[in-house]
């Protein structure tokens, strides 16, 4: 359950799309990012533009700055974040990140016992993560239920206070009509 939780730390939305980073997929299949990227390149037909995309430089720095900031809780710290100086050191082009049937097309491509294992867990990640919004969805419509019910509840109770309040109108009123002084005869 702990590498499904990792895994779902590395999972982010960009262009509307739940995906992983190059690199961190190049960390759990335990490759370098050139030889999984190489590896895809071979590949290409498999990995249409809905499958994998590269960032833009204005993705990357919003990304960059989510991941510091997730980060900053925890004691793992990515590769992207931290810069060293020296050559070789600096990121020299901008990542590819893998939507969750690109994830799954990646097994095809890489061939290890790691990558196979890798790959499955990957996948109960990301239908984890959507069991999650589901269920969120379904809350979010129940409450609106709730509210509109609610709304319904408030209209019915003032229309019941209305007429409380016209009974106890139309009692205060026979009550002084009644306990008004005769005029008149009296017997």
């Not at 990301?126 to 209209?155: M, N, S, Y």
Request: charge should be positive; glycine fraction near 4%.
């Amino acid at each position: 359950m702990q590498i499904i939780q990792s895994i779902q730390n590395r999972i982010y939305e960009i262009r509307g799309e739940r995906v992983m980073l190059d690199r961190d997929l190049a960390e759990l299949y335990e490759i370098e990012t050139r030889s999984l990227n190489q590896a895809v390149k071979r590949q290409a037909r498999r990995f249409p533009k809905d499958f994998m995309f590269q960032l833009t430089k204005e993705e990357f720095e919003e990304l960059r700055l989510q991941i510091e900031a997730s980060e900053n809780n925890d004691s793992l710290r990515s590769q992207i974040v931290i810069l060293k100086n020296g050559r070789g050191q600096h990121l020299k082009y901008l990542p590819y990140v893998f939507t969750e049937q690109g994830v799954a097309m990646l097994s095809g491509v890489i061939n290890s016992d790691k990558a196979i294992k890798m790959n499955i867990a990957i996948m109960r990640a990301f239908v984890a993560i959507k069991k999650a919004v589901l269920k969120q969805t379904d809350i979010k419509e129940q409450l609106k239920e709730i509210k509109e019910r609610l709304g319904e509840h408030d209209v019915q109770l003032n229309q019941i206070y209305d007429a409380m309040e016209n009974l106890l109108d139309e009692k205060a009123a026979q009550r002084k009509w009644e306990d008004r002084q005769r005029i008149g005869f009296k017997k």
